[in-house]
Nanobody
Framework: HVQLVESGGGSIQAGGSLRLSCSASGLTRSAYCMAWFRQTPGKEREIIAV????????YYTDSVRGRFVVSEGAFKKMYYLQMDNLKPEDTAQYYC??????????????????WGQGTQVTVS
């Protein structure tokens, strides 16, 4: 049973930085795609960053590339999203998600079955 818990959200001024954390448990397979998504009211949840736990390859959408960095902590238990130079359009509920590692560059949201509860980021 995979359990994901996000933390680190908050309110911040434009240009500032936040680091989101995702605590993961129940990841018993050898490799996972760990993704960060975000969602604003009335819009679909969009993927923004992915890291493959085996090898550490990372993927980003254009909207965050160069400003956000996804990383993995030790023993596949913690995942992070460092967000720099935040903009008001980054305001959203942020979620981490996991799936078995297979073509992590495939951004199809329906491939992800395990989700956290989300953490709110507000940029003003």
């Amino acid at each position: 049973h995979v359990q994901l818990v996000e933390s680190g959200g908050g309110s911040i001024q434009a240009g500032g930085s936040l680091r989101l954390s995702c605590s993961a448990s129940g990841l018993t397979r050898s490799a996972y795609c760990m993704a960060w998504f975000r969602q604003t009211p009335g819009k679909e949840r969009e993927i923004i960053a992915v890291i493959g736990s085996a090898g550490g390859t990372t993927y980003y959408t254009d909207s965050v590339r160069g400003r956000f960095v996804v990383s993995e902590g030790a023993f596949k238990k913690m995942y992070y999203l460092q967000m720099d130079n935040l903009k008001p359009e980054d305001t959203a509920q942020y979620y981490c998600a996991a799936r078995l590692q297979l073509s992590c560059g495939n951004f199809d949201r329906s491939l992800y079955k395990d989700w956290g509860q989300g953490t709110q980021v507000t940029v003003s």
